[in-house]
């Protein structure tokens, strides 16, 4: 995730803002009719060549590389599908690779959020939800990212495509146009929208865009793409400000997150994760599964 990215952080302030007010109420609603929650940790690709031979076996084939990711995280956040609609049997292997409990989150396509800007889009929305349909009781909450051209002028666009989405499928928003952060009156007929048709917001945790965290939550669901910068003291910090802020939520009745890490070197994701779970667990009394290295076979030898 590149949308955001700084490479001079010396001047981001990156500890959360407080929950925007209305939150509040949406957390009070969902612990009104409560649920064991649910967190669901993962990556935006599972073809991770640098796990060979510390998080993935030495010598898998490639076909194998989503059976090994989804032992190490329990969500992925499916970046493939915005690039092309994919078929049945492709998304049947998906779903027949990844234990029970896992969850998928399928992104839109691109045809239909950035080409096309939901206009005239029926038939591929259609299309889509078919397919993704096949991951059954894997598939998660699918998200549409909005480009940075969609902006306040095209609510009511926006609103009649989500009305039309089908409704079996759960869906997250991401707003990225800055006017929809930056007019409040804007934000707010978008936020409640989205909470009056049990939509979720996307919480983007980005350098460059800070006006992006809103702490806005408009479902029992949360959904955070987290952009971070290796393993630096400040990504640490942010571990700890998320954890904290999670258990909040899911103390007053929160009942799922989704959480993305994004890293622009893959290695980084295991180690951060680790240490963000190993905080939120403690925190909740959660034992969400962290990844780890996992033991190699030993060559033998004849001497």
């Not at 990212?145 to 902006?151: A, M």
């Not at 893959?266 to 680790?274: A, E, S, V, Y």
Request: glycine share 4%; aromatic share 12%.
């Amino acid at each position: 995730m590149d949308f955001g990215r700084l490479s001079d952080l010396r001047y981001v302030d990156f500890r959360l803002p407080p929950d925007h007010p209305d939150t509040a109420a949406v957390l009070a609603r969902a612990a009104a009719a409560p649920a064991a929650p649910q967190v669901f940790v993962g990556c935006p690709i599972w073809t991770n060549k640098a796990w060979l031979g510390s998080y993935f076996p030495a010598g898998i084939r490639d076909a194998e590389y989503l059976h090994h990711y989804a032992r190490q995280f329990n969500s992925l956040e499916l970046n493939t599908t915005h690039y092309r609609i994919p078929d049945a049997p492709t998304v049947r292997k998906w779903r027949d690779a990844v234990p029970v409990g896992f969850k998928f989150c399928p992104k839109l396509p691109q045809v239909i959020s950035h080409d096309r800007a939901l206009y005239n889009v029926d038939d591929l929305t259609i299309s889509f939800c078919r397919s993704i349909r096949e991951l059954n009781e894997r598939l998660g909450w699918c998200f549409l990212q909005l480009p940075p051209t969609f902006g306040p002028e095209h609510l009511s666009r926006l609103e009649r495509y989500l009305l039309d989405f089908p409704a079996d499928i759960p869906l997250a928003v991401e707003l990225r146009h800055p006017g929809w952060h930056s007019d409040k009156v804007a934000f707010a007929a978008v936020a409640a929208m989205l909470e009056a048709i049990n939509k979720t917001l996307v919480v983007s945790d980005v350098a460059g865009r800070r006006d992006v965290l809103a702490m806005r939550l408009t479902t029992p669901t949360a959904f955070i793409r987290f952009n971070g910068h290796g393993l630096i003291q400040s990504d640490y910090q942010r571990a700890d400000y998320w954890a904290t802020r999670i258990a909040e939520w899911l103390q007053q009745g929160l009942h799922t997150v989704y959480f993305f890490v994004h890293q622009k070197d893959i290695m980084h994701t295991p180690l951060w994760t680790q240490y963000f779970l190993e905080k939120l667990n403690a925190l909740t009394g959660l034992a969400v599964p962290a990844p780890r290295i996992i033991p190699q076979p030993v060559q033998g030898s004849l001497f």
